[in-house]
């Protein structure tokens, strides 16, 4: 019953897709401002900054045209994205069910053809006040006020109509601002040669960032370039305990790997869903059900 | 040295005519580094070129096999270069204190020393700017950051673009004004004279306009320059390293995201500007015999002004690990730990001691509270200020961030990263030190080494104010130079044989509070001590 209501699901998705799919991949340059708080914040640093560069005349005949047209350019952008986005990608990570088996990792890893070191979804091995050991699955957070996004001297991180957060790997001159400001953890630098990549099916854009550019900062993805073709993030689908869905905000539906759907509003209320480190103001789009491994019939104590 | 007496006892004859004796002397000082070849110059150059020859060596191979080869790691993204860079433009703050500073409230003694500070500035600036250069992943992008349509006005690396970019531009312009004065006058020395670099100099000296004799309208106006951009200058400085701060404290990351990050900074830079510009000072006078005119005293006064900057320092650590630390939150508490008792203890304290305590022990105990002692200080809070960076910037980095993530608790089990130095970023860093006194040397081949224009100004003011107090009942005495009252400001030629000073507790000395302890005394001390403390140069720096 979960197959077809999954194949269901999976060919609506197509539908929507195939309308969607030239805007969809293609990453606005420019964030979609959704809240106060960090981005007003920086907006009046940049004035200051503005300030700072009126001194001397180049940056000043400069600064001020580019401030100019990012502002045009982002008013036009929250214009659109309200109305034109079909999707809001999320996820939900059902820890009850997580058996730390890292298959999301290894996954993720091979098809992206990263190093070893260079865990997009990391799983953490935590310990509760009980002294409960729990795996934590932590993919990027795609959070809707991104810290990392601000911070980059030259544009290179981009946030999608529909929620994601990518890094144009053409454009990265690799400062590493963007790891400093994530406060989860999940950038990861190209430090060395990468993995070499057969033929893709998509060329090397920030939705399908493969195979990686030495000297630039990667992340998770959610399998951007995959989502339009109907397609689950490969950790998603490879986990064999279902923990990991994907969610669709727009649609409120989410589905796991093991063909489960729900609607997504519903199972984040009936569950207690918690964002992770909410006191940061990124308003996380991924969403932890908090458990340590209850529905598992063994053990979770990984010791 | 028997040759450089010679060649003082020769020099008068060889200048310009009908000049004073002491500022033909002058001028032949200043001068000493351009036109003489001293032995050890070429072998000097040569060993410091190697090195930094061997700096882009290594800076090739990390180009050739990416950052990781330098010893990072995702979980310490930023280290060494991020250390370095702030290091390095922290030091050129030396020559905007000293010159804008010490300009800008007329202490007259910091004549001699400023143009050595501002060169210091001049040449460590684009060193650490240059430091972003090994700093980036992909630095052969790096013209996006000098092309407007791809920048990105928000970003806290942007504005550090904008501050070290403008900051040079008026480094520079402070570092040529003065010279405006001083360039006929070397202008004249150089000429007749054969050579390549004779002819290197003249076009140097013609193309920045310096040929002319400087009129008294046009110095009026370049005084005013002077006076303007010495005002803009500090502000200037200020915004570099608070901006650059802001790289780091407008994150989250504990222990980066400080409010007090940006003084902190600043009297950083500040405080190993002054020990740098005191270690270069140190340095060229031994070099290039300018004892006559850099006295012990000024060094006990650099000396003064250290441990001013060292204390307020030593207060803003203190007071930064204190808060951080009592507040007890998970992640800051974890990173206090580490810098105070944890992996990082070794340099932590070592910059308590070598930055902290040590230099302020020897500014505070008569004994030790010489040139010399000084010197030794300084060198000291160069080397440990660079540590303090490290300090700064590697366990905030290595520290999970993770650790108790959600509502329903838990702790991150296992460790997390750390920051192994390797070959390479020692070597790009020793290169970069090398580098230092490699373009001081080459600065000051076709620059005088003291500012001859300044110095012969202030020569006439300390006279005006001399005759001022003679005329008001003053207490001076009749200079030994010829002088109407006081001590003159350029010693007589005689007088530049390397400087005898008295013997410690003979002559009275100490530190002259009256009008005149501004100018610097070549005979040795000033009008017997009104403070009581010991005479300054006791350690017998000066010979």
């Known amino acids: 019953m979960t197959g077809s209501e999954r194949r269901d699901a999976a060919s609506a998705e197509d539908r929507d897709v195939l309308d969607d799919v030239q805007s969809a991949n293609r990453p606005e340059r420019e964030p979609v401002p959704v809240t106060f708080g960090r981005r007003g914040f920086l907006r009046g640093a940049t004035i200051g900054g503005l300030g700072i560069a009126a001194t001397g005349a180049l940056g000043y005949a400069f600064g001020a045209s580019s401030a100019s047209s990012a502002s045009s350019a982002s008013s036009a952008t929250t214009a659109g994205a309200a109305g034109r986005a079909t999707h809001q990608w999320a996820m939900v990570i059902d820890l009850r069910s997580c058996n730390g088996c890292k298959l999301c990792t290894t996954a993720c890893q091979a098809a992206h053809f990263l190093h070893e070191d260079q865990t997009w979804i990391d799983v953490f091995t935590m310990r509760d006040a009980s002294g409960k050991h729990y795996s934590m699955p932590r993919p990027c957070m795609m959070c809707e006020d991104p810290p990392c996004v601000p911070v980059c001297p030259v544009q290179a991180n981009v946030r999608t109509a529909d929620g994601l957060t990518l890094v144009d790997q053409s454009r990265c001159i690799g400062t590493r601002i963007c790891m400093n400001a994530c406060p989860y953890q999940a950038r990861y630098f190209n430090w060395s040669k990468p993995r070499p990549a057969p033929r893709q099916p998509f060329p090397q854009e920030p939705a399908w960032p493969v195979p990686q550019v030495e000297g630039t900062v990667g992340k998770c993805i959610t399998c951007a370039a995959m989502l339009p073709a109907g397609k689950l993030p490969e950790c998603v689908s490879r986990c064999p305990m279902g923990v990991l869905y994907l969610g669709d905000l727009a649609t409120d539906v989410a589905v796991n790997g093991i063909g489960t759907t729900v609607k997504l509003s519903e199972f984040l209320a009936d569950n207690d869903a918690v964002t992770f480190k909410e006191s940061y103001g990124t308003h996380p789009r991924v969403f932890y059900i908090p458990g340590s491994g209850q529905a598992l019939d063994t053990d979770a104590e990984a010791g | ?543």
């Open chain 2, 1 to 543: 040295m028997p040759e450089d007496q010679e060649r003082e006892a020769e020099s008068p004859a060889r200048g310009e005519g009908g000049l004073p004796e002491a500022r033909e002397h002058l001028r032949i000082a200043a001068m000493r580094p351009v036109l003489d070849t001293p032995r050890w110059w070429w072998p000097a150059v040569i060993a410091l070129g190697a090195v930094v020859v061997v700096g882009l060596a290594a800076w090739a191979v990390q180009l050739a096999d990416g950052l990781g080869v330098a010893g990072y790691n995702d979980r310490a993204f930023w280290a060494v270069y991020e250390a370095d860079l702030v290091a390095f433009i922290g030091v050129s703050y030396g020559g905007a204190v000293v010159s804008a500073i010490l300009r800008l409230t007329n202490a007259t003694w910091r004549a001699p020393l400023t143009r050595i500070a501002e060169a210091t500035a001049l040449v460590t600036l684009p060193i650490g700017m240059l430091f972003i250069v090994p700093h980036l992943g992909s630095p052969q992008r790096i013209w996006e950051l000098v092309w407007p349509p791809y920048w990105n006005l928000s970003s806290p690396i942007l504005w550090d673009f904008f501050a070290v970019s403008t900051y040079l531009l008026a480094t520079a312009v402070f570092f040529y004004l003065p010279l405006i004065a001083d360039l006929p006058v070397a202008a004249a020395r150089m000429a007749g004279r054969a050579g390549v670099r004779a002819r290197c100099c003249r076009l140097l000296y013609r193309a920045v306009g310096g040929e002319r004799e400087v009129g008294a309208s046009k110095r009026q106006l370049i005084e005013g320059s002077i006076g303007l951009v010495a005002i803009m200058v500090i502000p200037m400085a200020v915004s570099v390293h608070s901006v650059l701060s802001f790289a780091f404290a407008s994150s989250s990351r504990a222990g980066y995201a400080e409010t007090i990050f940006p003084v902190y900074f600043v009297v950083a830079a500040l405080y190993s500007g002054i020990a740098l510009v005191a270690v270069a000072v140190a340095a060229l006078r031994r070099l290039f015999h300018l004892e006559a005119f850099i006295h012990p005293r000024h060094f006990v006064r650099l000396g003064f002004i250290l441990v001013g900057f060292g204390a307020v320092y030593l207060y803003l650590t203190f007071t930064e690990y204190l808060v951080d630390g009592y507040s007890g939150t998970t992640d800051n508490a974890a990173w206090v730990r580490q810098v105070l008792i944890g992996r990082y203890w070794i340099p932590f304290w070592f910059y308590f001691v070598a930055a902290g305590v040590v230099p302020m022990l020897i500014v505070a105990i008569p004994r030790l509270r010489t040139a010399k002692g000084v010197v030794v200080a300084s060198g000291l809070v160069v080397v440990a200020m660079w540590v303090k960076r490290l300090v700064i910037v590697i366990p905030p980095a290595t520290e999970p961030l993770v650790r108790s993530p959600l509502a329903a608790g838990g702790v991150l089990e296992g460790n997390w990263g750390s920051y192994h130095f390797t070959w390479v970023p020692i070597s790009i860093t020793l290169a970069a030190t090398a580098a230092i006194p490699l373009l001081l040397l080459l600065v000051f081949r076709f620059v005088p080494i003291l500012p001859i224009a300044e110095m012969e100004e202030l020569e006439s003011y300390e006279q005006v104010l001399t005759e001022a107090i003679e005329v008001t009942g003053g207490t001076t005495s009749l200079s030994p130079g010829g002088h109407p009252g006081g001590r003159p400001l350029i010693p007589p030629a005689s007088a530049c044989a390397p400087v005898v000073l008295p013997p410690p507790g003979a002559g009275g000395g100490g530190f002259d509070l009256s009008l005149r302890a501004d100018c610097w005394p070549p005979h040795g001390h000033g009008p017997s001590g009104s403070t009581g403390l010991p005479p300054f140069g006791s350690g017998g720096w000066g010979r």
